[in-house]
């Protein structure tokens, strides 16, 4: 079975204090290693997708890197509206269509 | 760009109560799935649909069933409502199996 752990739970920052967030997976065959941030109110956003080990992806104060077994949401001086819950969800080989979702990262980012 | 769009935003039921949810992508995309979250339980799979004129069940299936109407409209029917399906319902969409899942704003269901 798929498992999904995201540490920590929540996390505060001050406004340009750079920080990351942990995903850490267990899965028969990776498919992909997916990145969300939630708003409170709204569906996830999509923010990126990772398939294999040392794959990186980068948007704005963003950045995604994947290991073999976790994934790291890197925030570089975050600002106030970078204040959402992150969400990361694998999809493994044998779960066809279905993503196994961590419970979050609540971030506040204090001005 | 609409994307996945569900209605209603906003619904309160009474136990035993039916309704459905609703579904629509603009997107051309093959997959479509309704996924319930909870707190402390995340986001989990209800019922997906791999293409048109196929549904199979998830994670959390039971007191729901689902209808694939068209490649665009997936919807979700609960036929007796129970209180444990208060949740916010998600509805998303992929343009296969493998690929990127794209999720609806949520309809937050409660029922008494």
């Known amino acids: 079975e798929d498992q999904v752990t995201q540490s920590p739970e929540a996390l505060r920052l001050q406004e340009g204090e750079s920080s990351s967030l942990n995903c850490s997976y267990t899965?028969?065959?990776?498919?992909?290693l997916f990145w969300y941030r939630q708003d409170p109110g709204k569906g996830p956003e999509f923010l990126f997708t990772l398939y294999s080990a040392g794959e990186e992806k980068e948007k704005e104060r963003l950045k995604a890197t994947l290991t073999k077994k976790e994934s790291f949401l890197h925030i570089t001086a975050p600002k106030p509206e970078d204040s959402a819950t992150y969400l990361c969800?694998?999809?493994?080989?044998?779960?066809?269509?279905?993503?196994?979702f961590g419970q979050g990262t609540i971030l506040t980012v204090h001005p | 760009n609409a994307g996945v769009t569900q209605t209603p935003k906003f619904q309160v039921l009474k136990t035993g109560q039916s309704m459905t949810l609703q579904c629509a992508q603009d997107?051309?995309?093959?997959?479509m799935y309704w996924y319930r979250q909870d707190p402390g339980m995340g986001l989990r799979l209800i019922y997906y649909s791999a293409s048109e004129g196929t549904t199979d069940k998830g994670e959390v299936p039971n007191g729901y069933n689902v209808s694939r109407l068209n490649k665009r409209e997936f919807s979700l029917r609960l036929e007796s409502a129970a209180p444990s399906q208060t949740s916010v319902y998600f509805c998303a969409s992929s343009e296969g199996a493998a690929n990127t899942i794209y999720f609806g704003e949520g309809s937050w269901l409660t029922v008494v």
């Open positions: 969800a694998v999809h493994g080989g044998t779960s066809y269509g279905k993503l196994t």
């Open positions: 997107m051309n995309h093959n997959s």
């Open positions: 899965v028969s065959g990776l498919r992909g």
